[in-house]
């Protein structure tokens, strides 16, 4: 199924410094067919600037809602890795996040440990398993999407060939297709060190409906570019 709207995702992180910046960041950036996930204290800042952008938060917490947030990334390696988040408080995040009228973004993605080991099946496995065994809601009837982002690929310049994306992909899809018939709404992204010079790679292809882009989404020129390819892909 091919989905109209190519969706960029620009994960600020822990940027910028300032609330100025912030502000200008967001003002610079505002376009169509992105989502603009800045720190918890920008939120509604931001929100007060972005005509064309959506607005999504990097992490689930209440009330998200009443400050224009619409979208939620869920499950970032970031916190998966350094805050020891497992994939039962993933799961409950995105119960939470569903429930409260929120689309998440779930990201699931091997470390690179995981992949030497061979292990990169499994792990995905038990990341989607989670999120469906523990949800009260009934998935089908929510849209949210599914960011597939090999850890080894995240803010480290190094970025995984598009068959191996498409094939992972692939994977998931069969995954989910076992939890009942699902997977023509679901959405699929690609994160790992995308920029304006390797996004036509991934987005290209009918089944990456979008990418979730972390470094290069702090440079306004590039974000924009990014947004272009995506656009006309
Ligand atoms: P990156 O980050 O584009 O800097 O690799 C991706 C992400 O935030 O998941």
Redesign the pocket.
């Known amino acids: 199924m091919k989905f109209k709207n190519k969706l960029i995702i620009a994960?600020w992180?822990a940027n910028p410094q300032s609330l100025d910046e912030a502000i200008s960041l967001a003002e610079a950036s505002d376009v169509k067919g992105l989502v603009i996930c800045p720190p918890f204290v920008f939120l509604k800042e931001v929100a007060g600037v972005l005509q064309k952008s959506k607005l999504g938060a990097q992490d689930f917490k209440k009330g998200l809602k009443k400050l224009g947030v619409e979208y939620v990334?869920i499950g970032?390696?970031?916190r998966r890795q350094n805050l020891d988040e497992t994939n039962e408080m993933v799961a409950k995040k995105f119960s939470a996040a569903i429930g409260e009228g929120l689309i998440p973004i779930l990201?699931v993605g091997e470390t690179l440990e995981q992949k030497r080991s061979g292990q990169k099946e499994k792990v995905i496995t038990e990341q989607i398993q989670s999120v469906f065994a523990n949800c009260k809601l009934q998935i089908a009837n929510f849209k949210f999407f599914i960011?597939y982002?090999p850890v080894w690929?995240?803010?480290?310049?190094e970025e995984a060939d598009s068959q191996y994306v498409l094939d992972m992909i692939e994977f998931i899809k069969k995954i989910i297709t076992e939890r009942g018939n699902l997977v023509d709404k679901i959405h699929f992204l690609y994160?790992?060190?995308?920029?304006s010079s390797n996004a036509k790679d991934f987005l290209r292809h009918d089944v990456i409906t979008g990418a979730?882009?972390?470094?290069?989404?702090l440079d306004t020129a590039e974000i924009k570019k990014i947004t272009v390819i995506a656009s006309e892909c």
């Not at 690929?153 to 310049?157: K, L, R």
């Not at 994160?191 to 920029?195: E, M, T, V």
């Not at 979730?212 to 989404?217: E, F």
């Open positions: 994960n992180k990334i970032h390696s970031d990201c960011a982002e690929a995240i803010g480290t310049g994160g790992g060190s995308i920029d979730l882009v972390g470094g290069a989404s």
